[in-house]
């Protein structure tokens, strides 16, 4: 993947409680956006935005086969999220039939804050996630992803 850094992926261990809220919501999947607070994951998302010159998206994904990682890359170049001059979009994929998700970061900022970041990031998106809470995963994701957006690409 020349274009982009995958910044990593894990295995929720609890049902994601779900997810996209903020592009739109497979109808399969209709039964699972009720169990997100999707004004808090819009908030955050807002919020983190405001800040900085780069994009955030959530999405929740239907059956697909491939990796669920592999998914997320390829719905993150069809958002156009690896299209921006500072190469700084991310991604936050969830499967819920799989109980996986993916958190994916352009070249500009996977650069500036490294694996070890997206790591901290999906292990405390993970525990969240284990407690029941898919939003509280998803905010604390965006939030944190925020901060180091507003940090490298200022708006």
């Given at each position: 993947?020349?274009?982009?850094?995958?910044?990593?992926?894990?295995?929720?261990?609890?049902?994601?409680?779900?997810?996209?809220?903020?592009?739109?919501?497979?109808?399969?999947?209709?039964?699972?956006?009720?169990?997100?607070?999707?004004?808090?994951?819009?908030?955050?998302?807002?919020?983190?935005?405001?800040?900085?010159?780069?994009?955030?998206?959530?999405?929740?994904?239907?059956r697909?086969?491939?990796?669920?990682?592999?998914?997320?890359?390829?719905?993150f170049?069809?958002?156009?999220?690896?299209?921006?001059?500072?190469?700084?979009?991310?991604?936050?994929?969830?499967?819920?039939?799989?109980?996986?998700?993916?958190?994916?970061?352009?070249?500009?900022?996977?650069?500036?804050?490294?694996?070890?970041?997206?790591?901290?990031?999906?292990a405390?998106?993970?525990?969240?996630?284990?407690?029941?809470?898919?939003?509280?995963?998803?905010?604390?994701?965006?939030?944190?992803?925020?901060?180091?957006?507003?940090?490298?690409?200022?708006?």
């Amino acid at each position: 993947m020349d274009s982009q850094a995958v910044a990593a992926w894990a295995e929720a261990v609890a049902p994601p409680a779900d997810g996209e809220a903020f592009m739109s919501t497979p109808k399969q999947h209709a039964h699972l956006a009720r169990h997100i607070d999707e004004h808090k994951v819009r908030d955050a998302i807002h919020t983190a935005e405001s800040s900085t010159t780069a994009k955030i998206h959530v999405l929740l994904g239907e059956r697909f086969g491939g990796s669920t990682l592999k998914h997320a890359t390829t719905l993150f170049k069809r958002a156009g999220l690896d299209r921006s001059k500072e190469r700084n979009g991310v991604l936050f994929f969830v499967a819920p039939h799989r109980r996986e998700f993916a958190v994916v970061g352009d070249a500009g900022i996977h650069e500036r804050v490294g694996q070890e970041f997206w790591d901290r990031v999906v292990a405390a998106m993970s525990e969240r996630i284990k407690q029941d809470d898919l939003t509280a995963g998803l905010v604390h994701g965006i939030e944190a992803a925020g901060a180091q957006l507003r940090q490298h690409f200022p708006r």
